[in-house]
């Protein structure tokens, strides 16, 4: 009852590009992918996340590119390309959501790409929604600043509860119940998000009730925690990383070989893109401008939502604290990739790594796509950062949808983290059971 007082009805104009077609939003990290389709939902969009990856995603992919873009780009074609072979689709009614941004490597080419390549197999009538903050959002028109808060609302929760799977599964006495749980958690956040709520504030309480619910569901899920297990940090390219498809389950299956893995979340790149956006202004002489204003406007309330989420899981997080400011994992990449110098996740994962060594992590291990520059990078300079780290396990897997004999490296790698686990110099601190 309350709730429906706090509601509103929103619709797009028929006049928006969006009007009486479908948005995909493709499923870089399953969670964020449906927490953002409810979030286009609110704003009245009629909006999905697109089905898992298989493989006829690497089939069209393959199929639709040449052979030199990244990983990545290839399985997000294979699956723009599944919607829009299935029969009875009319493409004048897809959209597709894509993240975009710029940068020192390939990914500012996706989106060109994609329209380009649609366009030469006759599919021009497909929407590409590609919004960014230097277009000011402005494919949301009047809704554009509920957009962004909501978005950015969507992704420090999904990314709690990714964090609370990773955290329950490895420890789970009924197995699949952590999995479970994270379903139905997923299914809630969800309802909550595509709700159009009368204001920031109404929204704010409404998802913090639902994550009180999803925390209790956690803390009461049986678990028999086992210190042995190495904790391993996961770094690397933002797509690979998250998305399980094209990593063939790499963090499961590193859980069924003995370890436990916290992973560089989504939040981590928005807080990057923000700083980095703060040095170009500083470079360009515009510290002092409107540009600037408006983007210490959008971090403050960046920063007081990420707090009113995620303080309601400081016991559960206990140890598994993320940097309190991007500037605290980036200070750690100084002696190897200065920030003010690089650019792009190579600078975000050399930090996290040594950041994640502080913390008392087991090994490090660096996941991406097969030819990425980031990659290629950080492969050069994890050495130095081990030495520089009491020697910790630092290991790239790249992945490019062909097969390898990933258990086996993943065992050979735990073996090294087990030893290292003995003799680390800092200690993991593990929270203590909350009910
Ligand atoms: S980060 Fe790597 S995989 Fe991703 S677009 Fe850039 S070069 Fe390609």
Not at 49 to 54: G, N, T, V
Not at 131 to 138: D, H, I, V
Not at 169 to 196: F, H, I, N
Not at 235 to 245: K, M, S, Y
Request: charged share 25%; with cysteine; aromatic share 10%.
């Amino acid at each position: 009852m309350l709730l429906d007082r706090l509601t509103v009805s929103r619709r797009v104009p028929s006049s928006h590009p969006l009007a009486g077609k479908k948005t995909w939003v493709p499923r870089m990290v399953t969670g964020g992918a449906r927490a953002m389709a409810a979030v286009l939902r609110s704003l009245g969009i009629d909006a999905e996340a697109i089905p898992p990856s298989d493989a006829e995603t690497l089939e069209l992919g393959g199929r639709h590119t040449g052979g030199e873009e990244c990983y990545p780009l290839r399985l997000t074609v294979g699956d723009f390309m599944k919607i829009l072979e299935k029969p009875g689709t009319d493409p004048g009614k897809v959209a597709f959501f894509m993240a975009t941004g710029q940068g020192p490597c390939r990914f500012g080419q996706y989106v060109p790409y994609v329209r380009s390549m649609l366009a030469s197999l006759g599919f021009s009538g497909v929407t590409i929604l590609a919004p960014t903050c230097e277009t000011g959002y402005s494919d949301f028109g009047e809704t554009s600043s509920l957009y962004v808060r909501s978005a950015w609302r969507a992704i420090v929760s999904s990314d709690i509860l990714s964090k609370l799977l990773l955290k329950t599964r490895p420890y789970e006495t009924v197995r699949g119940s952590a999995d479970q749980a994270y379903e139905q958690s997923l299914d809630e956040l969800c309802r909550t998000l595509e709700v159009s709520y009368e204001s920031n504030h109404a929204q704010m309480e409404a998802l913090q009730h639902c994550l009180l619910r999803i925390r209790n569901r956690f803390r009461t899920l049986e678990i028999e925690y086992d210190p042995g297990r190495p904790l391993i940090g996961v770094v690397g390219e933002i797509f690979c990383r998250l998305n399980t498809f094209s990593n063939d389950e790499l963090v499961r299956r590193l859980e069924e070989s003995g370890a436990e893995v916290w992973l560089n979340d989504l939040a981590e790149w928005i807080w990057y893109v923000n700083d980095d956006q703060f040095r170009k202004l500083r470079l360009h002489g515009k510290r002092f401008s409107l540009d600037a204003l408006g983007a210490h406007v959008r971090n403050h309330f960046q920063h007081k939502d990420e707090h009113e989420l995620a303080s309601l899981f400081r016991e559960d997080f206990c140890g598994y604290e993320e940097p309190a400011d991007i500037s605290e994992a980036l200070a750690f990449a100084e002696p190897y990739l200065p920030p003010l110098g690089a650019n792009g996740e190579m600078v975000v994962n050399l930090g996290k790594s040594v950041y994640f060594a502080r913390k008392g992590v087991d090994g490090v291990i660096d996941i991406s796509p097969f030819t990425c520059m980031n990659g290629i990078i950080c492969e050069a300079l994890y050495p130095r950062v081990s030495r520089d780290n009491a020697g910790i396990p630092i290991r790239n897997f790249y992945f490019d949808g062909s097969q390898s004999d990933l258990d086996r490296d993943i065992g050979i790698f735990l073996e090294l983290a087990r030893s290292y686990k003995r003799k680390k110099p800092w200690p993991h601190t593990r929270p203590l059971p909350v009910l």
